[in-house]
């Protein structure tokens, strides 16, 4: 079974730090491009972050720049989201993916292009 598993959620206060994990099982995702999404309550899942599949390329929404991080480590099959610098506005249910390609494109900033999602895992930043 292929699943997508995603971990390292919790509270924090603004300004704090977050890591956020996501591991492959399954099969891996070594020639995908991988992402991140989030989902605020009441609001569509939008795009956060993406990385090409050999991390050459990656994409960071405007309002996370300098503050996330996307990366990967093919070899443990896992993707990563340091997140810095918390705000309040950055409490949602962050979701990895991956992409049905290898290298980012405008499309990798669309939840239509992935193909294997993760449960998600509850980021709340407070005030």
């Known amino acids: 079974q292929v699943q997508l598993v995603e971990s390292g959620g919790g509270l924090v206060q603004a300004g704090g730090s977050l890591r956020l994990s996501c591991a492959a099982s399954g099969r891996t995702f070594n020639n995908n491009a991988m992402g991140w999404f989030r989902q605020a309550p009441g609001k569509e899942r939008e795009f956060v972050a993406a990385i090409s599949w050999r991390s050459l390329s990656t994409d960071h929404v405007d309002s996370v720049k300098g503050r996330f991080t996307v990366s990967r480590d093919n070899a443990k099959s896992t993707l990563y989201l340091q997140m810095n610098s918390l705000q309040p506005e950055d409490t949602a249910v962050y979701y990895c993916?991956?992409?049905?390609?290898?290298?980012?494109?405008?499309?990798?900033?669309?939840?239509?292009?992935?193909?294997?999602w993760g449960q998600g895992t509850q980021v709340t930043v407070s005030s």
């Open positions: 993916a991956a992409a049905r390609r290898a290298n980012l494109s405008a499309a990798t900033r669309h939840v239509g292009d992935y193909i294997y």
